[in-house]
């Protein structure tokens, strides 16, 4: 298993945490699709009111796909084939607050799921950053969902800058990213702490709230997303290419923290 899932049914609130540390928590197929399982049980589950998503050790939140997963990919320009559109709870129809709790590094993929967060809490030693430009590679899903959570400047600068810096969690928290800052030890009490709050109020009143607040911005979401696929068929590198670059990461300078 790479995602630890547990229920409070006193407080009616889950934690689940992605399992694989020692990959900075990043992605593979199995950890995607335990994800879309995990919210579809959600949806049925009576002592579940509200979840808490947060990772593995200090390192990183989610460092988005494991760069050793192989995913083919169609023939067609109009298409692709992206196992990490299953990830988030609101692609698994779960209208259950879900916060998540930030540690360490939160880049590329991890947009997917912070996306799909009702909010963010965040450890002041978290970063933020979107590497697909320093990679050859189109920066779509994450963007779009990034736009609709910043400034657009910010979100613009994110997304093009690649890993020539990161976002820092007071900047964060000063655009509207991030709600809450803690210290790197009261993260997950703090985040806890709301979700008891949201799981202790009656769960349809919530569940309505929550789809009232994403029906304000999932028209314009859908029709953003819808353009991805041909975005990243045309813009894409080769994976060769993207693997080339990737090795030389190593040898390039630190990535300036704003």
């Known amino acids: 298993m790479t995602l630890r899932v547990e229920r409070d049914k ?23 699709a335990e994800l879309g399982e995990t919210w579809r049980e959600f949806r049925f589950a009576q002592d579940v009111r ?22 083919p990919q169609p023939g067609s320009p109009y298409s692709v084939d992206d196992p990490l559109l299953s990830i988030g709870p609101k692609a698994g ?16 993929g991890a947009f997917y799921l912070l996306g799909e967060a009702e909010f963010i809490v965040s450890s002041t030693s978290a970063t933020y950053f979107d590497p697909h430009t320093a990679y050859g590679m189109v ?18 600068r994110m997304s093009l800058m690649g890993t020539a810096e990161r976002l820092s969690a007071r900047r964060a928290y000063d655009i509207g990213l991030v709600s809450e800052l803690t210290e790197p030890e009261e993260l997950l009490p703090a985040a806890l702490r709301a979700a008891q709050s949201l799981a202790g109020f009656p769960t349809e009143a919530v569940q309505g709230t929550v789809r009232a607040l994403w029906s304000a911005k999932q028209a314009a979401l859908q029709q953003a997303l819808a353009q991805a ?9 080769a994976p060769e290419r993207q693997a080339d670059l990737f090795a030389c990461r190593r040898h390039t300078p630190e990535p300036r923290v704003r």
């Open 10 to 32: 006193a407080t009616g609130v889950a934690v689940v945490t992605l399992d694989r540390e020692r990959r900075h928590n990043a992605i593979d197929l199995e950890t995607a």
């Open 50 to 71: 509200a979840v808490v998503l947060t990772g593995a050790g200090t390192a990183a939140f989610c460092t988005g796909i494991d760069r050793g997963v192989d995913v």
């Open 93 to 108: 129809d779960l209208w259950k607050p879900v916060i998540a709790a930030v540690n360490g590094m939160a880049c590329g």
């Open 139 to 156: 920066s779509a899903y994450e963007a779009v969902y990034m736009a609709q959570r910043m400034p657009f400047g910010e979100a613009a």
């Open 229 to 237: 696929p041909a975005l990243i068929a045309l813009g894409n590198l």
